[in-house]
């Protein structure tokens, strides 16, 4: 059963920087895309940021560009979201989610999409104060 864990919430000033990390298990995740989502209180699960888990490559929302990026440890199966340039925005619960490749390539959902994620954490709150 695959299972991920999210961690490196918390509470930090505006213009500070955070880590969350997404332990991986289960299976191997070499063929697998990792998504980053966030929901803030009233507000629908939005798009953060996505790696390729083989080939590297990452996709960021438009709101996060230049200021979060995300990077994955094949050898540990982990995943992580460098946040830097926080600001109140940014305020919400952040989740970890993963998905066969082939998920994505037999759908036709972009790595952006939530539907198409089939395993997700428990997620991480980040709260960011002014």
């Known amino acids: 059963q695959v299972q991920l864990v999210e961690s490196g919430g918390g509470l930090v000033q505006a213009g500070g920087s955070l880590r969350l990390s997404c332990a991986a298990s289960?299976?191997?995740?070499?063929?697998?895309?990792a998504g980053w989502f966030r929901q803030a209180p009233g507000k629908e699960r939005e798009f953060v940021a996505a790696?390729?888990?083989?080939?590297?490559?990452?996709y960021y929302a438009d709101s996060v560009k230049g200021r979060f990026t995300t990077s994955r440890d094949n050898a540990k199966n982990m995943v992580y979201l460098h946040m830097n340039s926080l600001n109140p925005e940014d305020t919400a619960v952040y989740y970890c989610a993963a998905s066969p490749l082939t998920t994505f390539a037999t759908t036709g959902w972009g790595l952006e999409d939530r539907e198409p994620y089939e395993e997700w954490g428990q997620g991480t709150q980040v709260t960011v104060s002014s």
């Open positions: 790696i390729s888990w083989s080939s590297g490559n990452t």
């Open positions: 289960g299976r191997t995740f070499s063929r697998y895309a």
